[in-house]
């Protein structure tokens, strides 16, 4: 698909329209007008967005098979960050960015989960966003006199000092659970998947609790599939090398397996076998999470829809520190 | 009552007559005295004996069957006549309104009514009667319920007049249900139960709520709503306080306070103290300190009628099933769900934390933000005191009145 607009006939600016403009995902030259990437159909707006810029962003996935909830973790990531910025502050860049926010709250606040992710790429949501941090430091100086008056003590003394850190910005794409597996099992499948697998800086990997505990090794056996490729791609030739790349492993659903929450490590023992140990043998940097959006669900049976899911009521924990550990890995000094 | 304990008396006054026939026949040899001494003493004991079996037999058939076994097994009772230090106790564990029942109440003395009146009126607010509308009544549902008036005239209920619990029942509160042996006493349960409430333990494996550690809340949290108590947990507390739990029209009666303003329509409140989400005034995502507060916190929160944190901190149960909409059903396979109101500190959105809305839990689930609060009938009460001679029911032993459940 291409925009088509009637261009100003200035010799300056329509020479600029024929410079390649490269795909941020896979690096491969597009025209000026192009909205999707001709070969790994990323949006050429993360291109464009990116063009200006000093510090390249940095690419985070969102990895999980089908139903692990990644669509509902990365909306209401976005829309926690936005609505209580004291630690950390969201600004989506685009409209792009904002959409998988705007779909997922507005369903979980009907009660019920948004569509299921295409698995067509160009259907993809995507959001590229500036992150600032906000580390509240107390002041030092010894207390005064004064200071033992609250009425008189000086103002920079009695209050905290909020330093913010320089803006990062991330790109996280929503990918469909399916596609993912899909370029794992059959490389060259899913290009845009094959180059986020290859360029991302650190990855989110959702594995869904309730499964697990019910016994269900398949999400295990997912998460090493996808931890075995992430591996080989980063180290060519090297084996028995630690890769580099930050993983969180988050067990989403943690709502409905009791212990999940206070020891997502444990579990990982527990029922996740696999990807903890190929975790503990092929990375440096790891940590295990749980979180949960949803308090309750339910089946419901509705007239001429069939059976569906449906969430009873949205009581989201363990969103943030998954991300901020990710943050803290990407950016250890604050910034870039 | 089986074949032995029908006829012991029987078998006994038998046994006595053929203990004394066989003394009276050593004794006639008179050979040896301490044979002598025994029939003597035989003879004695069945004398004594068959006046009190021929006593027994006496007793009407018709007299007063006693109540079941008090429900506090653990503790000292009482002296049977000390009426008035067990009236203490039953106030100091919040069991008002059982005092008040009008099995119990002949049993008080004036002061002691007077005294159990001003509890229940502190601890519980007066919900007056009328109609109700249940589900969603802003202009959205309109459409979804395809016209307002035959809508509401289908979901509106009406409501008898009841106290509802100002405050969700605290740890403290619950500890004496828990102290009291309220998870041994089987009355206090529904049959169906009994196999699971041995499973119904703290983090130690003692009897009491989800959270707690060695049957005992952890310090500091005794002024917080009770929480990781089943719906059946909560039932059975209300029960031996003498109370229930509240319906959802009840419920939503006392939170929304509605006003009639003509035949079908309906002025009601989104939120106890209004219809727009002060967050200064409930305990929700967001709000507070994401945690669970004290159920003193957050005074403004007060319904109309004086009952509190009614939306926010914890999810409240209720005594009914949880409903869908009209055109939805469960799709088979799970429980019924037990309906929960109120929002708690971590709900998320605002329209999920009005005094409308309605989610549901599974009656054995012990979550970490559902609590409950107790109601009780105003019909199930008595407020003035009787005058004149006692009635029938206020022969019921006051210290018997612990096992009148609900």
């Known amino acids: ?336 | 009552m089986n074949l032995m304990e029908k006829h012991q008396d029987k078998l006994r006054l038998a046994t006595i007559i053929l203990f004394c026939l066989l003394n009276i026949g050593f004794g006639l040899y008179a050979w040896q005295m301490p044979m002598l001494i025994g029939g003597a003493a035989g003879m004695v004991y069945a004398a004594v004996a068959t006046a009190g079996v021929l006593h027994h037999s006496a007793r009407p058939a018709e007299a007063p069957l006693t109540l079941s076994a008090p429900a506090i097994a653990t503790e000292q009772p009482a002296a049977p006549n000390d009426t008035e230090s067990l009236v203490r106790r039953m106030l100091t564990q919040s069991r008002h309104a059982l005092l008040l029942r009008k099995q119990v109440v002949g049993n008080l003395h004036e002061d002691q009514f007077q005294e159990t009146c001003e509890q229940l009126h502190a601890h519980m607010a007066l919900v007056p009667e009328g109609d109700v509308v249940l589900g969603k009544t802003d202009k959205d549902a309109e459409d979804e319920l395809g016209g307002l008036p035959s809508a509401m005239a289908e979901r509106r209920m009406h409501v008898n007049p009841l106290f509802l619990d100002r405050y969700t029942v605290t740890n403290r509160q619950y500890y004496e249900f828990v102290d009291a042996g309220g998870y041994r006493d089987m009355t206090l349960w529904e049959p169906k139960l009994w196999a699971a409430v041995l499973d119904l333990v703290d983090q130690t494996g003692q009897p009491g709520p989800a959270f707690w550690q060695n049957g005992r809340y952890l310090p500091g949290t005794e002024d917080l709503p009770v929480v990781g108590v089943s719906w059946y947990e909560a039932q059975a507390c209300a029960r031996w306080m003498g109370k229930r739990l509240p319906t959802d029209a009840e419920w939503v009666k006392a939170a929304c306070w509605p006003v009639a303003t003509g035949e079908v329509a309906m002025v009601q409140r989104r939120f106890p103290w209004g219809d727009g989400l002060d967050r200064s005034r409930a305990n929700l995502w967001g709000s507070g300190p994401n945690r669970i507060v004290a159920v003193t916190e957050f005074p403004t929160s007060a319904s109309v009628g004086g009952i509190y944190q009614m939306v926010g901190n914890v999810w409240e149960w209720s005594a009914n099933d949880f409903h869908l909409s009209p055109h939805q059903t469960y799709g088979g396979g799970d429980a019924p769900l037990k309906s929960i109101r109120g929002g708690a500190f971590d709900t998320y959105f605002d329209n999920q934390a009005t005094c409308q809305f309605e989610s549901g839990e599974y009656p054995l689930s012990r979550r970490h933000n559902i609590g409950f609060r107790c109601a009780i009938g105003t019909c199930d009460l008595v407020l003035d005191l009787p005058q004149g001679a006692p009635e029938d029911h206020a022969n019921v032993e006051l210290a018997e009145c612990e096992a009148v459940h609900a």
């Open chain 1, 1 to 336: 698909m291409t925009l088509r607009a009637l261009q100003p006939m200035k010799s300056s600016e329509l020479a600029e329209w024929t410079l390649p403009v490269l795909c941020y995902v896979c690096e491969a030259a597009n025209s000026r007008e192009a909205e999707y990437c001709r070969r790994c159909s990323a949006p050429m707006a993360l291109a464009h967005q990116a063009l200006g810029q000093t510090a390249r962003p940095k690419m985070v996935a969102i990895l999980g098979p089908s139903g692990s909830g990644k669509t509902v973790y990365l909306g209401m990531l976005m829309d926690m960050l936005s609505r209580q910025p004291e630690r950390l502050q969201i600004v989506a860049r685009g409209a792009f960015s904002i959409g998988l926010q705007q779909t997922t709250v507005s369903a979980l606040a009907r009660c019920e989960f948004p569509a299921k992710t295409s698995t067509e790429p160009e259907s993809w949501n995507w959001m590229h966003c500036e992150i600032h941090r906000k580390e509240t430091v107390v002041a030092s100086e010894p207390p005064s006199f004064l200071s033992r008056f609250a009425r008189f003590t000086p103002r920079k003394q009695r209050t905290a000092v909020t330093n913010k850190s320089p803006c990062v910005e991330l790109v996280m794409p929503d990918m469909a659970g399916e596609a993912i597996l899909e370029e794992v099992e059959h490389p060259q499948t899913y290009l845009l998947v094959r180059s986020l697998l290859r360029n991302s800086s650190a990855v989110l990997l959702l594995l869904d609790a309730s499964e697990l505990s019910r016994g269900q090794r398949d999400p295990d056996f997912a998460a090493m599939k996808i931890l075995s490729c992430l591996k080989e791609l980063e180290i060519q030739g090297g084996a028995g090398r630690k890769s580099r790349r930050s993983v969180a492993l988050v067990f989403t659903k943690a709502d409905q397996v009791e212990g999940c929450r206070e020891n997502p490590e444990g579990f990982a023992d527990t029922y996740a076998t696999g990807a903890w140990q190929y975790c503990r043998q092929g990375f440096r940097d790891y940590a295990f999470f749980a979180a949960s959006v949803v308090g309750g669900c339910t089946w419901l049976e509705v007239r001429g829809e069939g059976r569906r899911r449906i969430p009873l009521r949205i009581e989201p924990h363990g969103i943030i520190e998954p991300f901020e550990w990710i943050l803290e890995k990407l950016y250890p000094q604050g910034g870039p």
